[in-house]
């Protein structure tokens, strides 16, 4: 529960926070007459900012709060520069995600109230009903308050789900869209699914798919004309999303999904898997689609892969090294957990990212990511 004062008389309704933040214990009002500023000295002391103005303004107040948040005084952005270029670069990416993270607190400080029908009781508010429904499920029939920032993240992923994103390796037709749920990571970047698309099929039959989400991977397979693929998933989200493509697609006839962690029973010729490629903790549902904490699914994979292949049948490993270029994860370390599963590496495919951060040269991770190369690993028991 959240607590506040109104006018002398306390105040509370339910909390609602993506990322499992606990609810602030410092609350105060905030309306229009509310400097940027102010919000920007209480935002960093802790305290949430309890939004009761003009809907639109508070928007406002958000993106004067991120120009704060981003723009540093020369003499600490001086000693945060020379900080990076001494650290390691794992050294780099802890500190590169510490900011994010404090940055993502100070700008959680704007929260609002959605009432219990998820209508917004702030003038000019949209109507984002549909919207909560969609990521929440059935309205509660209570008020909760939620983070501004979270909010108009739900309404983004919102407007995803509806126009989709274009997957070229589908075909051209119109029906050649992916479009990702609330919480479920979206296939945007195109090479790895590429690699998927032209690597020779060792056999038309039955494929898995391990750890599907939107679906895309088993639905470029079917494309392909797998006649079986058996897709596996463990996020609720993730299994009604996949779900909705493949019945977007007209797929569902060759493409059964399984709630299962990991592998299905039985043992399959092609085995396909795109694990999250970067071993640490997520800080929130969809982060589990880019943080495999301890490397568990990929470990989880190679051990598990020469046990539910048929004579002759390959696993399909999708990996970036970009944990290799921060000094996460060796590629000895890889290299020797494949050892280990019994497996055999056939063939390396390798392309190179086609996303915006790799030409980035402020980004932090720069130098990783401009040297990264995303490899499709054809493995097979030794």
Not at 86 to 96: N, Y
Not at 215 to 222: F, R, S
Not at 307 to 321: F, I
Request: hydrophobic fraction near 45%.
């Amino acid at each position: 529960m959240i607590e506040w004062n109104e006018q002398g008389e306390v105040r509370t309704a339910r909390w609602r926070s993506e990322s499992g933040a606990p609810a602030p214990k410092r609350v105060a009002l905030a309306d229009d007459t509310l400097s940027a500023d102010s919000a920007y000295r209480l935002a960093c002391a802790g305290t949430a900012l309890l939004w009761q103005g003009d809907f639109q303004n508070a928007r406002l107040l958000l993106q004067a709060l991120m120009r704060r948040v981003d723009r540093k005084p020369p003499k600490a952005a001086a000693r945060a520069a020379k900080k990076i270029a001494e650290a390691s670069p794992a050294e780099v990416f802890h500190l590169h995600r510490q900011a994010q993270s404090q940055r993502a607190r100070t700008l959680a400080a704007i929260v609002v109230q959605v009432e219990g029908d998820y209508s917004i009781a702030l003038r000019r508010a949209p109507d984002w009903r549909q919207a909560c429904t969609e990521a929440w499920g059935a309205a509660p029939g209570h008020p909760q308050v939620v983070s501004l920032r979270e909010l108009l993240g739900l309404v983004g992923a919102h407007e995803w789900r509806k126009k989709g994103v274009p997957v070229a390796a589908l075909g051209q037709a119109p029906d050649n869209h992916i479009h990702p749920h609330y919480g479920v990571f979206s296939p945007v970047r195109g090479e790895y699914i590429d690699l998927i698309a032209q690597t020779p099929l060792p056999s038309k039959a039955l494929a898995f798919d391990i750890g599907t989400g939107t679906g895309v991977l088993a639905a470029v397979l079917a494309r392909r004309g797998v006649q079986h693929i058996i897709a596996t998933e463990n996020a609720p989200r993730a299994l009604a999303c996949a779900q909705d493509n493949l019945q977007r697609l007209g797929l569902i006839p060759q493409v059964q999904l399984l709630n299962a962690d990991l592998f299905p029973p039985g043992q399959a010729p092609l085995i396909v898997c795109n694990p999250p490629w970067l071993p640490a903790r997520a800080s929130s549902p969809i982060e589990h689609a880019i943080y495999d904490e301890g490397s568990r699914m990929l470990q989880g994979f190679l051990s598990g892969l020469a046990a539910h292949l048929t004579p002759g049948g390959e696993g399909w490993l999708v990996l970036s090294d970009l944990a290799e270029h921060l000094g996460l994860r060796p590629r000895e370390q890889l290299l020797e957990w494949i050892a280990q599963a019994g497996l055999k590496v056939l063939e390396r495919h390798d392309v190179r990212p086609q996303h915006a951060k790799a030409t980035e040269s402020g980004d932090a991770l720069h130098a990783a990511r401009a040297a990264e190369v995303t490899s499709l690993w054809r493995l097979a028991p030794a």
